[in-house]
Every structure is written in C-alpha cells, then in structure tokens.
C-alpha cells in the first residue's frame, strides 16, 4: 500500500489494457486504444491518480514513456495486428527536454511499424502555445505515425484544437454518446460534427457506446467508428473478434439472406466411407480401383472423425519404404483430422464464408445430421459456388434497383414460409410521411438518397436468423420480425430516422421545421419534415392462409399509424376473425382491437 509513484517507475509496475475500437460499417475491429493501470494493491491502480500524482511530482515524462514501453511490449506480444492507439500528454509531446526519438525506438525494439499507431493526444489542459504543438505533432507525422483528438467536447478549446493540428482521428466525449436515442440535441450535435469530419477527412471514434440502441443511433448517424462497453471492456487479453456483431453492419447481412432457407442439406452427395481401423493398403487399392473417387470420409460410430483424399494418400504411399513399412498400419494414422464438417441446416452462405475463412483449398466439406451428427454426404465446393450464384441471380433479378433489397415475389415467398412453418411472427409495415412533397420540392435524387437512407436503417433493425427486410417499391418498406423485441426494435427504428431528417434540408427548410410548397391540388401548402409511420400486425399461426392476406392487413394498419401526427407506431390488436376497418375505430379506447402505442417521438 505504500508505493510510491518512484517506486512505480523505477520498478516498471505498469500493466497494459486494450480495449477494441470498431469500424461501424462493418463491425470488425480496427484497433485497440492502449491503457495502463497501476499496481493493483495501491492507491496508484486508477490511471487518474497515477498521471496527477506524476504531475504534481514532476515525474510526468518518466511515467508517459513508460507507459508507452508497456503498452508496446503487450501490444507485440498478444499480436493484436491492428491500429494501436496511444494515450500521450501534449505537455509530454511539447517537451523541447524530450529525447527525439524515443518512442521510434521502443517500436523498433517490439517490432512494431509507426504506421500502425496513432498518437492520440490527451486533453487534460489547455495548449499553451499551438505552434510549438504543431512542430511536434508534424515530426510524428514524419515518421509515419497519425493523429488522433481524445475527447471532443469534453475539454479545453476542442474545435479550435482540432483546427490547429488537423488530427486524422477525432474522438467524441461519451457525453454526446450516453442516451443518444433519447435526445434530440445530442443527435443534432453529432450530425454536424459528422458533417465537418466528412469535409475535413478526418475519421470520427463515438466513444462510451455502451447499449444496443446507443450503437444503433450512432450507426444511423453514419459515425466511422465506435468504442465502449457495449463492444469489450478493456482487458489485458481483447478480443479478436467481435462475433456477436457478424452479419449486423455493411450491406444486406449474409446471415438474414432472403434465400436463408437453402441449407446444406440439399448438397449432400452420396459417398463411399472408411473407417480409422482400414489399413492404407485396402484405401490404395480402393482409390485405385475407382478412378472418379476424389475422397473417403473416416467415420467412427458413423460420424465424421476424419478424411482421406485421393491425391494426398496416392502421393504419399508412392513414397519410398512407405508401402513395405506401413501397408498394414491403421487409416487412422494417415487421414486428417480436421476436415470441415457442417450440418445439414447451415444456410449456403454461412458455408461459404467458412470455407472462405478457412482457405485451405479445399474442394470438399462434410454434411451431417443437425440433430445427431451422423454423416449425411459429401458437399463439393463447385455445386456450393453453383447454387450461391444461381440464388444471386435470382435475388438481383427481383431486388429493388434502388436500394438492393428484396422485392414483391421474395416478401411473398418469405411470408409464405413462415406461414407453412406454423411460426408467430410480426409484420411491420414501413411507409414515409410527406414524401412526395420532398421530392417534389427537392427532386429525385434528394427523393433517392432519403429512400437509401431507410434502406440502410432498416438493415440494422433485424436480430434474429430469420428476421427479414423487403422494400415494396417507393418509399413502402416491410420487415418481417421472428422474435419477442419487435416493439424494441420498431422503436428504435423511428429513433434512429428522426436523427437522419434533418440532415435531409437545407439549413432554410430545416429551421421552418418543414417546407413551402404546393400539394396535389396545386394548392400552397406547408408540410412538416419527414416522418415515418409504421403499422404493426402479430401473425399468430392459422390467423392467416397466404401472405396476400397479411399484404392487405398490412397496409390497413399502416394507414392507421399514418393518420397519426410524426413518428408513429400503432399495432394491429384484431382477433384473427376480426376484418374491415371497423375493427380499428374503437381502437383508441382500452380494451379494443388496436392501440396506438407511438405519436410522436
């Protein structure tokens, strides 16, 4: 309990953390922001107290250069292979007394290329003098190393500091992060400060994402990057990864293709099979015997425990000796083990991607049972690139050319599905309020990037394997939800586009809280800034025969949450037999058919 911040230095008691910072679009990693802790049994262990007490001693510049060594050492010893992102005091930086060169040499001795770090500059005090700042900051820069602004928002003269040194990274304060979806004013902030990094080029880092709908907004928002308890908290071994965000960012998500439901199962091939005790000399002459036998899987209780290729073993008892030594050794010995083995439930594309991930050019995978791991067939990875692309073909031909979602014959076919499947499901129909006038008053192409742009929230919506996003035409979206959070997500949702439209307007427009211009009739008419409605229909099984059936209920909810001002969410409370409009006119009072769980938000 008695160390001193002496005896920290001298002695090196420093450990390093990393924490994981990630690229939104794709929900991989992009790197690592490296923290020290000091020794766990002192009054030292939290990194505030330790930096304070080094300043107030004089001891800052000993303890930021150790610090540096540490996080380095780790770095390079974990093999983390990313961005590496480094605390450092501008004081530190500024120091003419400072040793040129002193961190070039502790990358040099781990190994590390300055290219991958990027010195993230600390913002405890004011800069006393930004010329001086700038020579330091350009002679990191010289040798390869970027810049990164801890804390925007949080400190002493943020914007002017990111003005002076034209830092490659920015870092919003957690400030501006922590409940975001609840706060209007937060958002409107963030979308400007996205806005200024997008003309400067410099990457925005959201910092202290901590729940799921605080990544939404920021995702929505178009923020590069994110850090946060959300994603990991710091650990002394991060994680590589980030599986439970696969499939959640970038694009249409592999896992949530509306052709999910073509599975492994339909590539399995019948295949003659060994077994670990068959000598190498029955599996020679066998391969010998049939010229078109590419592979013999090694079952063991009928389930895979290994392979044996054709070529592989041919070459391998052509050796010398190998026949007069091991002719009558045991399979076992011979085959590999690590053949890749998938069940039969495993939609097309997550095969893929294994085989992708693996790349070990192999031809062939393995198809067992989903339920027992009994071997099933072979699957031959040519028929597996055969039936993606046939499906792909397929998708493209009936996706929206705008924002490359599945259209009418799809949504239909997916709803069918899960009808003949017996499953509950939710139904939520997407509709924009006052989009004509938009794009009346600014044109199509305005008209097209706010269409793209609920095309990429709705992307972010779904969470179960199953979950399901259409675009009907225009600007009518479906999304057909699997699991319990359908209101979670529905709302969410209406958050996260009320973050986007004002960054539809123009300043002018934007201000009115609307446009001038004339309706239908040729009439003047003022209308309010976007807003999106969607109506919500419960599909329990037997309530419906068909999806045109769910189609025509869908679309008299959503007119329901339409004749609701703003943002709104109203949800179909019919019984099954319930039918016609009447059924939702007594839907405001409690007890009734429906409820308007949303006005707006």
């Known amino acids: 309990m008695g160390t001193s ?45 330790l930096l304070a007490e080094a300043a107030r001693l004089g001891r800052l510049f000993d303890l930021d250069i150790l610090c540096r060594r540490v996080i380095l050492q780790r770095y390079a010893e974990l ?29 040099q001795e781990t190994g590390i290329a300055p290219e991958q770090v990027v010195i993230e500059l600390t913002e405890q005090q004011p800069i006393a003098d930004y010329g001086i700042m700038r020579e330091a900051v350009n002679h990191y820069r010289n040798m390869g190393f970027s810049i990164a602004l801890d804390d925007l928002g949080a400190g002493y003269s943020s914007l002017r500091h990111w003005s002076e040194l034209a830092p490659d990274y920015v870092k919003i304060d957690m400030h501006f992060v922590q409940n975001v979806h609840k706060d209007e004013i937060k958002r409107h902030f963030l979308h400007s400060i996205r806005e200024i990094a997008h003309s400067l080029g410099t990457r925005l880092i959201a910092e202290g994402i901590e729940t799921e709908a605080e990544y939404e907004v920021i995702r929505a928002l178009e923020i590069p990057c994110g850090q946060g308890y959300y994603f990991a908290r710091p650990a ?213 990037r706010v269409i793209r742009a609920l095309g990429d929230l709705l992307r972010a919506v779904p969470r179960e394997p199953d979950d399901f996003i259409g675009h009907v035409g225009g600007d009518d979206f479906i999304l057909v939800l699997t699991g319990p959070d359908w209101d979670r997500q529905c ?70 949450a339409k004749a609701q001002p703003g943002n709104s969410l109203f949800v179909d409370r019919r019984s099954p037999a319930a039918g016609g409009l009447d059924a939702f006119f007594p839907a405001l009072q409690p007890g009734h058919a429906g409820s308007l769980l949303s006005g707006s938000l």
């Open 79 to 107: 093999g983390l292979g990313r961005r590496l992102f480094l605390n450092i005091n501008p004081d530190v930086l500024t120091d003419r007394n400072a040793v040129r060169g002193m961190t070039l040499q502790a990358l």
């Open 236 to 448: 002394a071994d991060p994680p590589r990864s980030l599986h439970f965000l696969r499939g959640q960012a970038g694009g249409f998500p592999v896992s949530r293709s509306p052709f999910r439901h073509a599975m492994a199962g339909e590539l399995a091939r019948r295949n003659p099979v060994a077994t670990p005790d068959q000598t190498l000399g029955d599996t020679v002459a066998r391969f010998q015997a049939a010229s078109d036998l590419r592979c013999l899987p090694v079952l063991e209780d009928g389930r895979p425990v290994g392979i044996v290729r054709r070529s592989e073993i041919l070459t391998l008892y052509s050796q010398r000796f190998t026949r007069e030594l091991h002719d009558r050794s045991p399979l076992r010995f011979f085959m590999k083990r690590d053949p890749l083995v998938v069940p039969e439930d495993q939609p097309l594309e997550e095969v893929s991607a294994r085989i992708t991930h693996k790349a070990t050019g192999e031809e062939e995978f393995l198809i067992v049972s989903a339920t027992d791991g009994r071997f099933l067939g072979v699957g031959w990875l040519l028929e597996l690139l055969q039936r993606i692309t046939d499906l792909q073909v397929r998708y493209a031909r009936y996706a929206n050319p705008l924002t490359q979602l599945p259209g009418n014959v799809p949504i239909g076919e997916h709803l069918d599905r899960l009808l003949q499947e017996g499953r509950p499901f939710t139904v939520a129909y997407c509709d924009l309020d006052h989009f004509k006038p938009f794009n009346d008053h600014y044109g199509y192409a305005r008209g097209d």
């Open 491 to 560: 709302r969410s949702l209406l958050g996260a586009f009320e973050a986007r439209v004002p960054g539809f307007y123009d300043d002018r427009d934007r201000l009115a809280g609307g446009i001038a211009t004339r309706d239908r009739q040729g009439r003047q008419a003022f209308f309010p800034l976007l807003s999106l409605s969607i109506g919500v229909v419960p599909v329990q099984p037997g309530a419906f025969e068909s999806h045109l059936e769910i189609a025509q209920r869908a679309g008299e909810v959503k007119g329901q």
């Open 5 to 49: 911040i002496d005896d920290i230095i001298a002695r090196g008691q420093l450990h390093a953390l990393f924490q994981p910072i990630v690229a939104m679009d794709s929900g991989q990693i992009m790197g690592y922001e490296g923290l020290v802790r000091g020794p766990s049994d002192s009054q030292w262990h939290a990194p505030q107290k």
